[in-house]
């Protein structure tokens, strides 16, 4: 009788640790893959490091609509010999409880030109698709939000919310430490 018991208590137990620890994590693309995509192959990727100050982090803040959680930020430029192709940079942000990391591509005038979802550890049906990503390119950062036209997604609210917030940070530090110090 012990024994039945005992193996009642071990099924339900495994039939538990499944329900609650779901394998939704996916991850997309390495870094140097990340990097082919936002810049084409053998393309030259330099780090562009950025320590903004305290007034810096203000602006950016006031324009990101975030609160920073960094006073370091990275910028991965690409270029064809002296020419810089674009900036790119790899966010990572929470989404309900898990990360979801993207990378925010812009052009050398700081347009968005691309966003890819390097990973994603939420449930897949959280995650927003790649065509959601279409309608914020090329919209300036005043107008990346969802009060002004930009579209949410039923049942990826929270997801499209980080997008978006990764999206402006990137979008602002490019404007107040790159774009007006002829980093470009």
């Known amino acids: 009788m012990k024994t ?24 997309f693309y390495s870094k140097n893959e990340a990097m082919e995509l936002a810049f084409g192959k053998g393309t030259q990727v330099d ?9 810096q982090i203000a602006k950016i803040e006031e324009l990101a ?8 930020f990275t910028f991965y430029v690409g270029k064809d010999k002296d020419k810089v192709l674009g900036y790119a940079a790899i966010e990572t942000g929470t989404v309900r409880t898990k990360p979801e990391t993207l990378m925010i591509v812009l052009t050398p005038d700081g347009e968005l ?7 994603f ?15 914020l390119y090329k919209r300036p950062l005043a107008e ?19 997008a ?8 602002a530090i490019y404007q107040v ?7 470009n």
Do not use: C
């Open 144 to 162: 990346m939000d969802f009060n002004k036209g930009v579209d949410g997604i039923s049942g990826a609210t929270l997801s499209t919310r980080a």
């Open 164 to 171: 978006i917030n990764s999206i402006r940070k990137v979008m």
């Open 121 to 135: 550890h939420e449930p897949p049906e959280y995650q927003p698709p790649e065509r959601w990503f279409d309608q």
């Open 47 to 55: 780090l562009l490091s950025l320590f903004p100050d305290e007034h």
């Open 4 to 27: 039945i018991r005992q193996r009642g208590f071990f099924i339900l137990f495994i039939l538990l640790l499944g329900a609650v620890t779901p394998s939704f994590a996916k991850i």
């Open 177 to 183: 430490l790159v774009k007006d110090q002829g980093k």
């Open 113 to 119: 030109r691309n966003v890819t979802t390097l990973a």
């Open 65 to 72: 609509k975030v609160k920073l959680e960094s006073g370091l």
